[in-house]
């Protein structure tokens, strides 16, 4: 009795211990397996696979639909970038009294004014000596094919008078006629995406600051404080970027200019704002530049002058890496070769030419956005001018 006392005694505790083993497996494993699945670290790396995949979902339908609007876009990037880099000009104005209307008037018919002198300049030049140097570049072209000619290949079977045969059909094909009209047709989306261009600068650069604050409008506290410093510093970084590269390019077209005259070059000028231009592509722009002059250099003249040029070319360029790079350009501006590399081909595969020329600036300014994300202590100022 004792003992069966004992045993009835302590069989509520038992049974209550015992409860949750003679409850269902799946039962208990159930919450643990749906709540555990996303927590764990497999499901931690699902759910930041799936993030990923949709912001590249995200970037890449903003990047199509840029692209296919690329006749606005272009001038709009254009615009903002060209702003940025005349916001000092158009900050002093205003400090001296001068409405913004005023300002943003000054500034933009005194560049329009500079490069249409800059233009006419080119087109006179080329006038000038494009005769001498078309006869030029027909002798040298005989000359080389006479050279080859004399090389052991086996040459005598092309016939180049059917060649030029072939060539001027193609000239009076229709084939021919279509690519002139299409190339009438990207002539015409040049001169809208300019005069498109002119109208965004213009309003940029008299209510710049005035237009990105209307965008800050719905934000307020630490939010709108990171959006009126995402404006500086993507004003700043543009701005800087501009103006020393613009010094850097400005540098190598008068050395290489000048180098050109003296050598008695034909087109020196044209050739010189080539430089000018070309600097804007970095690691390759001076490069193709370079050797863009040494062949006219090679056709006009003689194979000494044209390597002449090409010495004269890498040593502009070995200035222009070590001293005026670091010494004009920000050491916050600098951005990786591989870095440089990577935005200069998705950029000319995106836009060509002009989207060469943009992306580096654009990875410049979005590497320092990233900097001075959750930058602390910034001045609670108003949006900056643009």
């Avoid at 005194?110 to 006038?127: D, E, N, Q």
């Avoid at 870095?339 to 990875?363: E, M």
């Amino acid at each position: 009795m004792f003992f069966r006392h004992r045993s009835a005694s302590r069989s509520p505790r038992h049974a209550s211990a015992s409860t949750p083993a003679t409850q269902s497996p799946a039962a208990v494993d159930a919450p643990a397996t749906v709540g555990g699945m996303w927590t764990d670290s497999l499901g931690r790396a699902g759910t930041r696979s799936l993030q990923i995949l949709i912001v590249i979902t995200l970037t890449s339908l903003i990047i199509f639909a840029m692209v296919q609007l690329r006749i606005a876009v272009i001038p709009l990037l254009l615009a903002i970038i060209i702003a940025s880099a005349f916001s000092p000009v158009v900050t002093w104005m205003r400090r001296r009294g001068l409405p913004h209307l005023l300002a943003a008037w000054i500034t933009l018919l005194g560049s329009l004014l500079i490069l249409g002198g800059i233009v006419t300049a080119l087109v006179f030049a080329v006038r000038r000596q494009w005769p001498m140097l078309w006869e030029q570049a027909q002798l040298g072209f005989d000359q080389l094919i006479a050279w080859i000619q004399t090389l052991p290949l086996p040459l005598d079977e092309i016939d180049i008078e059917a060649l030029r045969e072939q060539v001027v059909s193609f000239a009076t094909s229709a084939q021919f006629g279509s690519g002139a009209l299409s190339g009438a047709v990207a002539v015409g989306e040049f001169v809208t995406g300019f005069v498109l261009f002119i109208v965004i600068l213009f309003f940029f650069l008299k209510d710049g600051d005035r237009i990105w604050a209307f965008f800050l409008r719905p934000l307020s506290g630490l939010r709108r404080n990171r959006g009126e410093r995402i404006g500086r510093t993507a004003v700043t970084t543009l701005g800087g970027y501009i103006r020393g590269t613009s010094i850097v390019a400005s540098v190598d077209a008068i050395a290489i200019g000048v180098a050109l005259w003296i050598l008695q070059v034909p087109l020196a000028l044209p050739l010189a704002v080539i430089v000018f231009v070309a600097a804007f592509i970095p690691l390759i722009g001076a490069t193709v530049a370079g050797v863009l002059a040494a062949l006219v250099a090679l056709v006009a003249n003689d194979p000494i002058v044209a390597l002449i040029v090409i010495i004269v070319v890498i040593a502009v360029n070995q200035l222009e890496g070590n001293l005026l790079q670091p010494i004009v350009m920000a050491q916050s501006l600098k951005l990786h070769p591989l870095v440089i590399l990577l935005a200069l081909s998705a950029g000319t595969i995106l836009g060509g030419i002009v989207g060469a020329v943009l992306s580096v600036p654009i990875a410049a300014t979005a590497w320092a956005i990233i900097k001075t994300w959750d930058a602390k202590g910034t001045r609670p100022a108003a949006a900056s001018e643009k």
